[in-house]
């Protein structure tokens, strides 16, 4: 198997530390391109951090790679998953059906598997309707009818283990820290290897994109605010290399968090800029934005991805009112931000 010289998304295992490989998975045409599982070898089975999409395609190429490296499904011992999304959760419903391993995750997403089971979609379209986004919650009303709660039961299966906060995990002779970092979701973890200078960071921190903030089944209150407040604890921790579930592994945690922290104290400052201009809900402002590192307008993005700038931009507003910069009010169902006055001259 080759070192991983090619783009990230090459098929294959690839080592990047002793006894840990990385192993990229396919999406469905999802904007990510693949999502990053990693296999952790100990003494009590393979440990995989995160587990795939539940696709045929994925799942037969996850069993090729790991064939690469001496290893089959029956191997696996345990999986610990970042979060409930489905590019990290499903594959590993499927695979437990079929062979047996534990599954950990995050107590913190219990909100959002007690939703996603209850095929409870219309609290996230409320949600959407909320941010002045009435077309967008007519093109999703589709998507969510179609998913059932027979089949969300089916697909969100639940873990084995609720990770009940910091917590050591032993994998083998190796410690992982499993570190709550809510704001992707509200019950995000990362897997820290401080030993080994190892982030398993899920889609906390990411290398050369932004994470989505609380795009989930149950949102949090304030998404955007647990984000920040999780990035500076990745401050706290040592620094060490950066594991991501999309993209390719780089060498600096705080690197890229405090690029992180900076892009979005600049994202704060253009959303305040256009509510200052006249924008009054969070589609308006997220029209008036401009999206993805190429800089593309609002309407050039699909249905998908123009719900999640909206939700993107809430989550900015709402920051922006618990630091005083705004206030919110709901006028007809829908929440409207004006500017607080005489705050332009500070
Ligand atoms: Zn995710």
Do not use: C
Request: proline residues 6%; negative net charge; glycine residues 10%.
């Amino acid at each position: 198997m080759g070192a991983g010289t090619g783009p990230w998304t090459e098929p294959g295992a690839f080592p990047v530390a002793p006894g840990v490989h990385r192993i990229p998975l396919p999406l469905p045409n999802d904007g990510l391109h693949a999502v990053n599982v990693y296999a952790v070898e100990s003494a009590g089975g393979l440990v995989l951090i995160d587990s795939g999409w539940a696709l045929q395609e994925a799942r037969d190429l996850l069993e090729s790679s790991l064939g690469s490296i001496g290893f089959g499904f029956e191997d696996i011992s345990r999986f610990l998953i970042t979060h409930m999304h489905r590019d990290h959760y499903t594959l590993a419903v499927e695979l437990r059906r079929l062979f047996g391993a534990r599954i950990a995750l995050g107590v913190g997403e219990q909100p959002n598997f007690d939703a996603v089971r209850a095929g409870s979609g219309d609290a996230q379209l409320a949600e959407i309707a909320r941010w002045g986004a009435t077309d967008l919650v007519e093109k999703l009303r589709g998507l969510y009818t179609r998913d059932n709660a027979d089949q969300a039961r089916a697909t969100y299966e639940l873990p084995d283990d609720w990770i009940p906060g910091s917590q050591d995990i032993e994998v083998g002779d190796r410690t992982l820290r499993a570190v709550p970092t809510p704001g992707h979701t509200r019950g995000h973890v990362v897997f820290a290897d401080p030993a080994a200078s190892l982030l398993f960071s899920g889609d906390h921190v990411l290398p050369h994109i932004t994470p989505s903030i609380g795009f989930e089944p149950a949102r949090a209150e304030l998404p955007l605010g647990a984000y920040l407040d999780s990035l500076r604890l990745m401050r706290t921790l040592p620094d060490m290399r950066l594991l991501p579930a999309h993209g390719p592994v780089t060498d600096s945690v705080h690197t890229r968090v405090d690029e992180l922290l900076l892009h979005h104290e600049e994202r704060l400052a253009a959303t305040e800029a256009v509510v200052r201009e006249g924008a009054a809900t969070a589609f308006e402002a997220a029209s008036r934005l401009t999206w993805t590192r190429r800089g593309r307008a609002f309407d050039e993005l699909d249905t998908f991805n123009r719900t999640l700038a909206v939700g993107e931009t809430a989550a900015h507003l709402d920051v922006l009112v618990v630091r005083g910069e705004l206030k919110s009010s709901i006028v007809d169902g829908v929440v409207e931000y004006v500017p607080l006055p005489g705050d332009q001259n500070r």
